[in-house]
């Protein structure tokens, strides 16, 4: 079941729990690459780059590096965000952010859960991913099969 654009915006929640070993399906990943790769970047230069991180001590290492957020590492799929500033020296970080809420998105479309990671060790992450200087870490994104259902948090009209 695919979500409606609205239903997904209404629908997202950040999910801190997923089912352990639920794989999320190499066609969903695709997807998903797909919407961010649409996603808007100023003067259009797409100044991303997306690594989707499935090994389980990968993963695992992820979670560490983002200050023991333990929950990284049971997500079926992490992507790691990676910004270029020599690419748009102005908007590199804000339009990868862009990319990544399309993401989040269309993981809730597809029916997954996920969660925004912006707390973590940028070089750690790096080392774990093997991201080369001067690219930036701008935030990591765990996707997987949600076991929590958490209710909508109020909104400011």
């Known amino acids: 079941m695919v979500l409606d654009f609205f239903d997904a915006v209404r629908a997202r929640r950040s999910i801190r729990r997923f089912v352990r070993g639920a794989q999320v399906r190499p066609e969903d990943v695709k997807a ?28 695992r290492a992820l979670a560490e590096a983002a200050n023991r957020q333990m929950f990284v590492a049971d997500a079926g799929v992490v992507f790691v965000c990676v910004s270029d500033p020599g690419r748009s020296p102005r908007w590199h970080d804000k339009d990868a952010m862009i990319a990544l809420e399309h993401i989040a998105l269309a993981a809730t479309a597809l029916g997954y859960g996920s969660c925004w990671i912006g707390a973590f060790d940028e070089g750690a992450v790096k080392r774990v991913v093997k991201v080369p200087e001067p690219l930036r870490v701008v935030a990591l994104m765990a996707v997987g099969v949600p076991d929590e259902s958490p209710p909508p948090r109020p909104r400011r009209r």
């Open 32 to 59: 998903m690459l797909e919407a961010a790769r649409l996603a808007p970047s100023a003067k259009n230069l797409q100044p991303w780059y997306l690594v989707v991180v499935r090994d389980e001590e990968r993963k």
